[in-house]
């Protein structure tokens, strides 16, 4: 059995079992993810987006095999067993291609989903929701239309699965998710008060996507659909934070009950609490997505060794990596230009503590990447006084002081995000056979 599919066996029983999908291609934030996976004994997913990787490269310049290799590059220096490591494919459709015609787009999207299943990745969220080109802009996109562009990805993904299956029999049909009712990746401008996705509309999406699928002669793939994609009100600005309140999304989980073989997957649930995370759980919202806090928490970590380093060596001997990370994002402001307002001094301010995180576009940068690489290698070779590793990272000095964590400046990155990570782990009942 697939292992979402055995989480929603487990909560059929009453378990209140789910996962955390990492969004993220950064080589720490997988490190920590595969750190936390390791020290709790379950699988780790992690997760890809198509404007992230497709076959064109995407913002990474990565294809899907090449984002496999990558994850699997990191756990085989970890040590960690491929087989716990789950990929998921995030909004695979054609989201990068909504200039175009539905005809071009969609045979876009056709040979990226196939990549994604060819190369072995067991969770795709198949997402057709967005307007192409030959569209009426003038009106809402009809479920009907969705669904039937839905059931043309379903039938890429059944053909690509089923040439895997024939080079590799023991190979593990992937599971799907449908919908995409979701928060504006990356975060708002402004996390105003949310629409809770209504009952009847969550309905008409599973009774357009069964249509649509048997239709559309892919009648077999409704047997893989897991999850639901849905906005459970929960969303982040630069700044501020919608939290989830069990109250407004009552009615919507309470008609997750009519669909056992069901959950929902709830994204940018980035900056949720401890409690609110564990009430999504329980309320159904089994699958919880998170990315930018993530690279938030890395940020905040390499700022903090600049602040150490900048304390132990002579600046000409320093990363500079609080500089030139800012340097690439000032010269080349599209990937945050549209997320920070202000005077320049207020782009300044968020451009580095943003909760939008748009920091994250540019950490794989030669220049910013090499900084951050530097910081690494002087702090290694610098003994890191505990006093000072309290002033800047005040919970790792504690896991410090208990054993713990090594005063490692890889070290006390990793646990810097995997703390964040370690709110997701709690969500979920710790009898369960639940997955990070």
Same mark, same amino acid.
């Given at each position: 059995?697939?292992?979402?599919q ?6 059929? $029983? ?5 996962i955390?999908?990492?969004?993220s291609?950064?080589?720490y934030?997988?490190?920590?993810a595969?750190d ?5 004994g $379950?699988c780790?997913?992690?997760e ?6 497709? /076959? ?12 496999r ?12 067993p491929?087989?716990?490591i ?7 459709g054609p ?8 005809e ?15 190369a ?7 997402d057709t929701?967005m307007?192409?080109?030959d ?19 379903a039938?890429?993904c ?6 895997r ?14 919908g995409?009712?979701v ?17 009847e509309?969550?309905?008409?999406t599973?009774t357009?996507f069964?249509?649509?699928f048997?239709e ?12 639901v994609?849905? /906005?459970?009100?929960?969303e ?8 989830y309140?069990p ?26 609490t401890?409690?609110?995370? $564990?009430s999504?759980a /329980?309320d159904?919202i ?5 990315g930018?806090?993530?690279?938030f ?14 304390e132990?060596?002579?600046?000409d ?11 690439a994002?000032t010269?080349?402001p599209?990937?945050?230009?549209s997320y920070?307002?202000g ?17 994250r576009?540019y ?7 090499a900084?951050?690489?530097?910081l690494m ?12 590793i ?7 000095y ?7 964590? $090594?005063?490692?400046?890889v070290?006390?990155t ?9 709110d997701?782990?709690?969500a979920f009942?710790?009898?369960s056979?639940?997955?990070l």
């Amino acid at each position: 059995m697939h292992p979402l599919q055995k989480m929603i066996e487990n909560r059929r $029983r009453g378990i209140v079992d789910g996962i955390c999908c990492v969004c993220s291609a950064n080589e720490y934030v997988v490190m920590a993810a595969l750190d936390r996976a390791e020290r709790a004994g $379950r699988c780790a997913v992690i997760e890809a987006t198509a404007n992230q990787v497709n /076959q064109y490269g995407g913002y990474t310049g990565m294809r899907p095999a090449g984002f496999r290799e990558f994850v699997y590059g990191i756990a085989d220096r970890m040590r960690f067993p491929r087989a716990r490591i789950l990929l998921g494919g995030d909004h695979l459709g054609p989201l990068t291609w909504t200039g175009l015609s539905e005809e071009e787009a969609m045979g876009r999207a056709e040979a990226l989903v196939a990549l994604y299943v060819e190369a072995g990745f067991a969770k795709i969220h198949i997402d057709t929701s967005m307007m192409l080109a030959d569209d009426d802009h003038t009106a809402r996109l009809p479920d009907a239309v969705i669904a039937r562009r839905g059931a043309r990805l379903a039938r890429a993904c059944e053909e690509a699965f089923a040439r895997r299956k024939a080079a590799e029999p023991d190979a593990e049909h992937p599971v799907y998710v449908i919908g995409s009712e979701v928060p504006i990746p990356g975060g708002t401008k402004t996390a105003e008060a949310l629409e809770v996705t209504r009952p009847e509309d969550f309905e008409a999406t599973v009774t357009a996507f069964a249509r649509a699928f048997r239709e559309g002669g892919t009648a077999d793939a409704l047997d893989h659909v897991i999850a639901v994609v849905i /906005q459970p009100g929960v969303e982040f600005s630069n700044d501020s934070v919608s939290e989830y309140d069990p109250a407004a999304a009552q009615t919507l989980c309470r008609s997750l009950a009519a669909h056992p073989n069901l959950v929902f997957e709830g994204h940018s649930t980035d900056y949720q609490t401890r409690p609110c995370l $564990r009430s999504m759980a /329980q309320d159904g919202i089994a699958i919880q997505k998170v990315g930018p806090a993530l690279t938030f928490a890395l940020r905040e970590g390499l700022f903090a060794l600049s602040m150490m380093e900048a304390e132990l060596l002579p600046e000409d001997r320093r990363a500079h990596f609080m500089e030139i990370l800012d340097a690439a994002m000032t010269r080349n402001p599209m990937h945050w230009k549209s997320y920070y307002q202000g005077t320049p001094a207020e782009q300044a301010f968020q451009r580095r503590y943003g909760q939008s995180d748009r920091c994250r576009y540019y950490l794989a940068e030669p220049d910013v990447k090499a900084a951050a690489a530097k910081l690494m290698e002087n702090l290694r070779g610098t003994e890191l006084p505990l006093p000072l590793i309290s002033q800047y990272l005040p919970l790792q000095y504690q896991k410090i002081r208990m054993g713990e964590l $090594r005063a490692d400046p890889v070290a006390l990155t990793m646990d810097k995000v995997g703390s964040v990570i370690d709110d997701y782990l709690a969500a979920f009942a710790p009898a369960s056979e639940c997955f990070l």
